[in-house]
């Protein structure tokens, strides 16, 4: 905050003469700068704090500057990483850190031919039900570890189905689909996009794509951005650092 901010901001419990003796700034500097318009670059600024800030607690304050910086992109909002990092430090805002990752879920098929990527880090979507993002990951539970498959709707941001079980098998993400399309009927020629795990590219999964009217798509190795919204839910979900219960 600069030292005029600062006179602003304080002026309500302090007088602006004493503030500016105190500081050693002249009043007239402090007016001057008082009465400067506001530039094209601080009304922007100001706009998206404001977005930021949304998505912030959206998130319930779990977000860090990367995953705020997704989803500005996935809202079509085009901006520096770098200056959402400022604007945030600058507004206070921090995310949620978790531990190192340790198990690992996509494991690939060398065999198979995984689908081309239809979405190319654009995750918008204009109605419902039009692109689905799906991953497996781990939680930790009082009796081991348990694997969660879900699905997003990227529209939305909802999770439309899932499945949790103790094994990696193809059966996993396809109760997952089974929930999901049961539950949202989708019209035919929606995209669901994952990356190229091997529950993912095995022939019966890419069946009961077909059978549902589902079109795949499958990121690139090796980059979470490009299904950056399903790595969001997964960072979120983890950073609050709690064991299930199974019942």
Sequence with gaps: MSIYRFIDAEKASYPVSALCRVLRISRSGYYEWKDRPTSNRERENATLTERIREIHQRSRETYGYPRVHAELRALG???????????????????????????????????AIPAPDLVDRNFCAPAPDRLWTADI????????????????DVYSRKVVGWSMASHLRSEL???????????????????????????????????????????????????????????????????????????
């Excluded at 200056?83 to 990752?101: E, H, N, P, S, W």
């Design 77 to 111: 909002v085009r901006c520096n990483r770098k200056r959402v990092a400022r604007l945030m430090r600058k507004d206070g805002l921090r995310g949620c850190t978790r531990g190192r990752r340790r198990k690992h879920t996509t494991r690939q098929d060398p065999l």
């Design 137 to 152: 990951t781990h939680l930790p539970t009082d009796e081991g570890f348990l694997y969660l498959a879900f699905i997003l």
């Design 173 to 247: 993400v396809a109760a997952a689909l089974e929930m999901a399309t049961r539950r949202r009927n989708p019209s035919a020629g929606l995209i669901h996009h994952s990356d190229r795990g091997a529950q993912y590219t095995a022939l019966s999964f890419g069946k009961k794509l077909e059978q549902a009217g589902i079109v795949p798509s499958m990121s690139r190795v090796g980059s979470a951005l490009d299904n950056a919204i399903s790595e969001s839910f997964v960072s979120t979900l983890k950073a609050h650092r709690r064991q299930y219960t199974c019942k």
